[in-house]
């Protein structure tokens, strides 16, 4: 069903999808069924990537205790961080990064791709959208890639088992949203057409 937007363009679904997306960093206690959480890697599986690579390699984290292990090692290792501001959110003694949330995927990118950065990130965005879609709210966390990158021989990154030539980039939280955040006006002045 496509109906004309307040600027004159046609709307969709997919577009309606895309505008509604928000960060979500307050989530309810209710586990994400697997059957959706199927249907979000899926989205990601299906992402385009550099010369049809495939770059990626999704790790999906129920486990509690094992998340809040790594919350305390990315801490630790983003205490150690140049930048200020990621040492001040380090500090933060209350700060889980994985903000309550049920599921936790790890989004890694194999080392032979042209391109994994690109390719990981369409996988991502395909997710956080697929997600969207069943009604569930999603995070992107780039936090955790200081564990990855300042640590990357930390015990717990170990125990995700990645096969050989993988290495995590970084997290996408999932779970049922405990609030529905409001969409900042978009910033101007950020296309051009020649």
Known sequence: MKKVDKLGGIMNAVIENIKSRRSTRNFTEQSVEQNKLDAIIEAGLWAPSAV???SWHFTV???RDFMNRINKAT???SSKSD??????IASNDKL????GAPSVIIVS???DAMLPIMDI?????NMLLAAESLELGTCWIGLVSMLFNLMPEHEIIKEFNLPEGVKPSHAIVVGYKGHNGNAPERREGTVQYL
């Open 52 to 54: 049809n690579k495939q």
């Open 61 to 63: 984290i129920q486990n």
């Open 75 to 77: 801490k630790e290792a």
């Open 83 to 88: 930048i200020e501001n990621v040492r001040n």
């Open 96 to 99: 889980d990064i994985f903000y």
């Open 109 to 111: 990118s194999t080392k």
């Open 121 to 125: 990130s369409a996988a991502s965005q």
